[in-house]
């Protein structure tokens, strides 16, 4: 979860007048006896105050390139997440099928990036710095004998899944961000119009929000914490988030879990339960063991009487790449709020492999602190595709 920034606001009466207070005080009482307009005429310094130039609108985020910007780019503050299922009946032509759809994508996500969607409704306005990465699913590919990664394929159901058939899975899994809310449901009703032009049906659908920060600093979830503080550096993605040299090498694959959190009962634990829980402090993001928020928790930290300062269950230790020979995920979270009842957070982790994600969500499932107050009741899984080239389409490495 990350940041986004606001625009300065103009206090009432500081402009308009065109008459700079300074002239007005330099020309004393006899000034403004004579009024404001001879005032200044007297005084020769007549002049409006010169306005500041207008903040420059944020640039579109280019749609081509070797990498999907829904990756690459940086966490935007709203998401719209859909999966699309091919029907059964263009399975022995799912080929032709899955290749016009990917190019009719291609087509609706880059003209919405770079502002000249044929949609009035994505047209006028300020860019909205839209953003996009379409995943496909293991079935699909399984189905169609497509050019995937190998490790491609499904989670398996960890304990304590209450997971909701008609909220996950998909052939096709799209992500849609951008600066603001209002401009993903557009863009996400033409991507299913996309789809059902070529015989493909939405089979769910998800919204999704950061918390508003300052730049450069974490946001937090529907717990209070500060949530996506140790994603990995270049270095690290490189090695664990992207495929190895070679067709996936543009690629990553998407894990997506959507988990309802018991903010009330988690919120009326003591500060320091919490803390202990959570493996970090929950006013700043420090781990236990550190002095500031991007301080590597030292999971073999332990106390006068020989207790781990992170304990055993804090989902902070449970998480540590030190258990997985260094292995990291780059996790982007978002909150959602559907009901009094059902609110939480949406995890997409991107991975090499998705079998990463598997080890420590096993690890979690059997012991995580948190875990009396979350269910997990959605999830997917996609190979994220390599991006299109300039005139290239999405998906051109499928066939192969």
């Known amino acids: 979860m990350h940041a986004e920034t606001g625009k300065a606001r103009k206090e009432p009466g500081a402009a308009g007048s065109g008459v700079d207070r300074r002239v007005l005080i330099a020309g004393g009482g006899a000034g403004l006896a004579a009024g404001i307009?001879?005032?200044?005429?007297?005084?020769?310094r007549g002049r409006p105050a010169a306005s500041p130039?207008?903040?420059s609108a944020p640039a579109a985020v280019p749609f081509h390139g070797e990498r999907q910007a829904g990756v690459t780019a940086p966490q935007q503050p709203a998401t719209v997440l859909l999966a699309l299922d091919l029907a059964p009946a263009v399975t022995s032509d799912g080929r032709a099928v899955l290749r016009s759809l990917l190019g009719e994508l291609t087509r609706v996500l880059a003209e919405a990036a770079g502002g000249t969607s044929a949609d009035p409704r994505l047209r006028g306005a300020e860019p909205a710095q839209l953003t996009?990465?379409?995943?496909?699913?293991?079935g699909l590919a399984a189905r169609l004998a497509l050019n995937v990664p190998p490790a491609l394929a499904d989670v398996p159901a960890f304990p304590g899944d209450r997971l909701d058939p008609a909220?996950?899975?998909?052939?096709?899994?799209?992500?849609l961000c951008a600066a603001d809310r209002w401009p993903l449901t557009v863009l996400a009703e033409l991507v299913g119009a996309a789809g059902r032009s070529a015989g493909a049906a939405v089979r769910w659908t998800q919204s999704g929000f950061l918390a508003r920060t300052a730049p450069g600093t974490t946001p937090r979830n529907l717990f209070g914490f500060k949530d996506?503080?140790?994603?990995?550096d270049e270095t690290a993605t490189r090695q664990w988030v992207w495929g190895p040299p070679g067709p996936y090498e543009h690629g990553t694959v998407l894990v997506y879990r959507r988990i309802r959190m018991d903010t009330a009962a988690f919120a009326a634990l003591p500060e320091d339960r919490r803390n202990l829980a959570?493996?970090?402090?929950?006013?700043?993001?420090?781990p236990l063991t550190g002095t500031a928020e991007h301080d590597d928790p030292d999971i073999y930290a332990k106390n006068p009487d020989g207790s781990y300062v992170i304990p055993n269950t804090a989902h902070v230790r449970l998480t540590s790449p030190r258990l997985d020979a260094g292995a990291r995920m780059l996790r982007r979270g978002y909150s959602y709020d559907d009901a009094p009842d059902d609110r939480g957070l949406l995890f997409c982790a991107f991975v090499r492999d998705p079998a990463q994600f598997s080890k420590v969500?096993?690890?979690?499932?059997?012991k995580d602190a948190l875990n009396p107050f979350l269910v997990h009741t959605a999830s997917a899984v996609a190979y994220v595709l390599p991006g299109a080239p300039e005139g290239g389409v999405l998906g051109e490495g499928l066939w192969a």
């Not at 307009?37 to 020769?44: C, P």
Request: charged share 15%.
């Open 228 to 232: 996506g503080t140790a994603n990995p």
């Open 53 to 55: 130039p207008p903040p």
């Open 37 to 44: 307009g001879a005032g200044l005429v007297a005084l020769g």
């Open 278 to 286: 959570m493996g970090r402090r929950l006013t700043d993001g420090t």
């Open 361 to 366: 969500q096993e690890r979690l499932a059997a």
């Open 132 to 138: 996009s990465l379409v995943g496909v699913g293991p």
């Open 167 to 175: 909220r996950g899975g998909g052939d096709l899994v799209v992500q």
